[in-house]
C-alpha cells in the first residue's frame, strides 16, 4: 500500500503535490517497517479503584523505539500517523495485543484501548473490534476503549453508530481529555459513554495546599448526573489523590501508582492487589 501510494504521488506529478503527498507515503513505509520489525510495542498503566486501592484494570500505550535505541513519543508519531492513515495499522496491531494480553490475565480486569479518530470514523471498525474480541476470547465487558471529547464533536453519524452498537456489545467507552474541548451540555447528555476521563491538566492544577478543586468538583458532578464514571489521569502526588478522592472522583491513574510497564509488571501488579488488597496511599474522604 506504501508502495501504492507513493506510486500515485509520483503520477500527481506538479512538485507541490508531490511532496505533501510524497511525505505521507514515507511516512507510511516508515512505520509499516517500524511494525514488523518489531519496534512498536504495547506498554500497561495501572488504573487504580481510589476508594479500596485495588487495581481495576490498564491502559495499554503504544511505544516506538527505533532499532538504533531512539524512543519516538507518541505524541509525535501518532499525529503523524493519523495524516497519513498507517494510524488504523497501529490501531489493529495495538487491540489485538493488548486483547490477547488481558484475556490471560490472572484476574479478570479491565483493558483499556486507545482510539483514533480516524479508525472510529471508517465504517469497518466495529467489526474489526468484534472480530478481535473472539480471536483474543477476550469478554466484551472486560474492554473500555478510549475516545476524545474532539472526536465526538466532529458529529459523525457513522463514529455514533458504531460506538452506540459497541456499547450494546458490552463494551465501555470512555471519553478522554474531558474538559479541553467544547462539547455542548445537550451533547454531553446524549454521548454513548459510560465513563469520563478527567485531563491531566486540571489534574496538574491541583495546589499543594488546595483542599478543593472547583473544576474536578464541577467534572464530577456533571458526570454523577449523567451516570458516568470518573477516571482521573495524571495523578502524580498524594494531595492530588485527596482532592479528587473528596469530590467522589471513582478512579486514578499517574505515575503516584504506577509507570506505564511491560506485561509482566502489569501482571505483578494485579497479582499483588489480588493477594493483599493493600490500600492505596491516602485516606478515601468519602463515607
Ligand atoms: P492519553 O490517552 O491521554 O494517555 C495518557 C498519557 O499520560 C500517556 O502518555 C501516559 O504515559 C501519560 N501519563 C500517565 N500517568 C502520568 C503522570 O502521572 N504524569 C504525566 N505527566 N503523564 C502521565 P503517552 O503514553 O506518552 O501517550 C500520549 C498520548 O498518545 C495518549 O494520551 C494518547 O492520546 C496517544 N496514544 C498512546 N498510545 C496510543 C495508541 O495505542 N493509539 C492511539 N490512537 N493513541 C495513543
Ligand atoms: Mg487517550
Ligand atoms: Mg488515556
Ligand atoms: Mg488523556
Known sequence: RAEAALEEARRAGGRRIFCSADSAADSWAEMAAALSAGEFTVVYQPIVDLRSGRVTGAEALLRWARANGTRVSPVDFIPRAERSGFVTELGRFVLETAGR???SWPVPAKITVNVSGRELHQPGYYDQVAATL?????????LVLEVTESMLEADSPVALTTLRRLRAL????AVDDFGTGWSSLSRLD???ADVL??????VAAIAPEATSAPLIAAITAL???????TVAEG?????QATVLARHGCEEVQGWLYGRPGDSA?????LRRHVATDAPVPGEPLRP
Not at 134 to 142: A, I, N
Not at 170 to 173: A, Y
Not at 265 to 269: D, K, V
Open 101 to 103: 494480553e488481558a484475556a
Open 134 to 142: 473472539m480471536t483474543t476470547g477476550l469478554p466484551p465487558e472486560r
Open 265 to 269: 509488571s502489569i501482571r505483578a501488579a
Open 197 to 202: 476521563k478527567i485531563d491531566q491538566s486540571f
Open 223 to 229: 458526570a454523577a448526573a449523567l451516570g458516568l464514571r
Open 235 to 239: 495523578v502524580e502526588e498524594q494531595h
Open 190 to 192: 446524549r454521548l454513548p
Open 170 to 173: 458490552g463494551i465501555r467507552i
